[in-house]
């Protein structure tokens, strides 16, 4: 199976800690969003724990995909192309 690229942006405030990276990860052809955000965590750049939390709430990340917002539950089904770029970043507050 070839590869494809994907751009990714991760803007966070975890525990404190600011997380400001931009990577471009390789992934076979074919995999979903979900798949990507298993290989970052993997990569300890994540607290531990924190992907399984992330995934069953959007209070701890915001996931953009193309531009375009991914609620958590779409993740599993969102499909990744070669090229794609993919921002996660920490919700703001404010007023």
């Given at each position: 199976?070839?590869?494809?690229?994907?751009?990714?942006?991760?803007?966070?405030?975890?525990?404190?800690?600011?997380?400001?990276?931009?990577?471009?990860?390789?992934?076979?052809?074919?995999?979903?969003?979900?798949?990507?955000?298993k290989k970052l965590n993997k990569?300890?750049?994540?607290?531990?724990?924190?992907?399984?939390?992330?995934?069953?709430?959007?209070?701890?990340?915001?996931?953009?995909?193309?531009?375009?917002?991914?609620?958590?539950?779409?993740?599993?089904?969102?499909?990744?192309?070669?090229?794609?770029?993919?921002?996660?970043?920490?919700?703001?507050?404010?007023?």
């Amino acid at each position: 199976m070839r590869e494809m690229k994907i751009e990714v942006k991760i803007l966070m405030v975890i525990k404190g800690e600011i997380i400001n990276r931009d990577l471009e990860e390789d992934l076979e052809e074919g995999k979903c969003l979900k798949e990507l955000l298993k290989k970052l965590n993997k990569s300890g750049m994540f607290p531990r724990r924190f992907l399984r939390a992330m995934l069953k709430t959007s209070k701890f990340a915001i996931i953009l995909h193309n531009g375009d917002r991914v609620d958590m539950a779409q993740v599993e089904n969102r499909l990744l192309a070669d090229g794609d770029k993919v921002a996660i970043l920490s919700p703001m507050g404010g007023g």
